[in-house]
């Protein structure tokens, strides 16, 4: 008998993406202060630029998540194991689930005091002037994949 994930979404924007961003953002274990903390950062980003946060959430997720994504390979030779990455294209789901992770680990990095500065400050960086941590991160994972490019069957467009 097969099990099915269920994803809960969260209370206000029924969102998975945004329960997903709680969970993992949620790294104490006080899952209520984080859910208090992003909803006042969107209450926020809606009073200042009167837009839908979780349009602007959606559209930040769009903009850091990766194309392509590596494959780890273990090659045995004799005495030692060689680890070979090959790059290749990842579903939707899983460009999502690292987009979230790169956010959550960027907004942790940050040097504000407060976490809803910390949050805020990252999503004006993606919003308005596209740079910060997570295009840092996409960059780099980017050009680690073109390093690798070994793979014959991946078609690269650049």
Known sequence: MS???ILKTDS????????????QWSFTGKKFQVEKTIYQCFFIIKKLLNQ??????SEIIEKIRP???????????????????????????MQHQKGIFWLARAIKMRK?????????QEFYAI?????????K??????????????????????
């Open 3 to 5: 099990r099915s994930l």
């Open 12 to 23: 206000v924007y029924d969102s998975i993406w945004i329960s997903k961003f709680i969970n």
């Open 52 to 57: 839908n946060p979780f349009y602007l959430f």
């Open 67 to 93: 194309m392509v994504g590596l494959r780890l390979y273990k090659k045995k030779k004799r005495k030692f194991t060689k680890i070979t990455a090959n790059p290749g294209f990842i579903s939707e789901y």
């Open 112 to 120: 504000e005091r407060y976490w809803s500065n910390r949050i805020l």
């Open 127 to 135: 919003i308005f002037f596209n740079n910060g941590n997570t295009f």
């Open 137 to 158: 991160k996409k960059k780099e994972y980017y050009h680690y994949a073109v390093k690798f490019k070994t793979a014959k069957k991946f078609k690269w467009k650049i």
